[in-house]
Every structure is written in C-alpha cells, then in structure tokens.
C-alpha cells in the first residue's frame, strides 16, 4: 500500500513538474516574442477588402512582416460618437530577421522619418485572383501623396498610406464621368452641329468662288515677287554696293570719330544758350522796344497796302480822283 502511494505522489509530482516547465517556456517565449516585434501602423481612407491578419507586409516584393490587426482607428483612438468612421487603421509587425527590424528602435524612427519624407507609402496591392491582397512598401511622389490629416499621435511607428491602384482607377472614372457631365451640359452637340452648318457654308463659298481668277492673281503676285527679288540681287551684287560695304568700316569709324566729339559740341552749346538767356535778360525793354516798334511799322505796312489796294493812283499821283455823284448828271 505504501508503495503504490510513493509512486502516485511521484507520477503526480512529475506530471505537474513538467505542465509547469511547459508553462513557464511558453509565458516567456511569448513575451520575447511580444518584446522582439517592432510594430508599424498605417491608415487607409478606402476599402480595405482582401487585407487579414497574417497578410504580409512587403517592401518592393520582399516580406518585412505581417498584418497584426484590422480596424477602425475610432477604436483606439477616438469615440466612435464623435468620428464614427474616418479611417482604417492596420497594425503589422516587422519580421525580427528584416532588415528595418536590424536596425533597433531608435535608428529604425530617424531612418523611417527620413524615407517618409522621400517617398515611403504603403498602400494596398493585390494578390492574384482569389481576392486576397497584401501590404506593400514602395516610393512614390511625396508631393502628390501627402500623408493623411491626423489628429491623434500614433501609438507605433507611423507610415503613411497612399491609394491603392483600384482607388486611383476609380478616382479617374469619376473625374472622366465628372468631365463629360459638364461636355454634355455644355451643349457639345449644339456646337458640333454649327460646326458642320460652317462647313458646308465654306463648301459652298469655295465652289461659288472665282479660283481660276484668283490662281491668276496669285501667279501674278508671284512673278512681281520674283522680278522684284531679282532686282534686290542685282542693286545688293553691285560694284556700287560692294564698294559702299567696303566703305562703310570707315564711315564708322568717322562716325565714332565724332561722336566722340559730340559731348564737348553739347557743352559749347549749352553755354552759347546761356549766354543767349543772360543776354535776353538784361536787353529785355530794347528787346520789347525793338518788337513794338517793328508792330507798328507792320501796322502802318498795312494800312499803306490796304490803301493803295482801294487808290492805286494816290500812290503815283497824290490826291484820290473825285468822287463822282450820280444824281448830278
């Protein structure tokens, strides 16, 4: 009896050694694994559709990770009264093996702030043909693929999102739909049929028209250009006008020659007008005596020629003729 109790007390206590030493390795192999994660979180302001937990995360083609959680980002990080549903928040874990993973915590947030700042966007790719998709991590324009308006701080390293290939499709059928809204609105056919009325107007302008005529007018125009072309050639090939080139080096440099000169004549003849003004200025009342007496004597001129125009014998003779009375005949 004793020794079946001694070896149920050592059968228990081996069984009970052993679920507490597979207990403790996986307590604490979960949480090195838990401590060993570096987590990434992202937002989409589009359909999430074919993303899961365990979808990889891939940085051009090569998996870095996978897909921890799938949510609305009011689940974490606002009241799903005031925002009901803004964004879709995904949370991925790095692969300890990566090489963003390598880097370490501190290294690894210089290095993705800088790659953010040159283009690092995660958007949504697809994966075959069975719907499922996958993360993945590319470069893009940072300028037309500004990250998302955030209000809250993130919890993990942050990488922006950029649409997704289907998003961008639709995005160009609707401004395509959009743009032939306002063609229609605007009255393209009405236009096009306007066209069409200008064009057989034109058609029938050009067969009422007098081409024979005006292709004679053309021609004609064309021969005086040429003869006239012609005439140009011959005044330009000239001895006259070769020798004028020639000539004209030394015309120039006369010319320069003085112009050079010009400055000194302006200054001679500023001081001339100057002496001129100082002169006018102090013969000023001879000057007014000079005039009003040279109006008088046009005055008198005058009265003289008007005189002789009226008696043109008082100007040889002296006294006018008699005046001669009509009743006294």
Known sequence: MSAKTNSFKLGLFIISGTLLMILALIFFGLGALRKDKIMLETY?????QGLDVGSPLKLKGVKIGSIEKVRFVFNKYHDPQVIPFRY????MALDSDSSLAIRGSTSLKQALEREVENGLRVRIAPQGLTGTAYLEMDYVNPRTNKPLPIDWTPEYYYVPSSPSTIARLEETFETFSKLLRKIDEAGVDTAVHNINSLLVVIREAVKDANL????????????????TNTQLHNVIGSPQAQDAVKNLGDTLANLKAS???????????RKVLRDIGSFTSTQRDEVQGLLQQGKQMMENLNDL??????NPSRLFFGAPPAKVNPEKK
């Open 44 to 48: 989409f302001d589009e359909s999430v």
């Open 88 to 91: 879709v928040l995904v949370e």
């Open 212 to 227: 024979p005529g005006l292709t004679d007018n053309v021609n004609s125009l064309i021969q005086d250009l040429r003869g």
């Open 259 to 269: 112009t050079e000169n010009l400055p000194q004549t302006i200054d001679q003849l």
């Open 305 to 310: 020629t008007g005189d002789a125009k009226r």
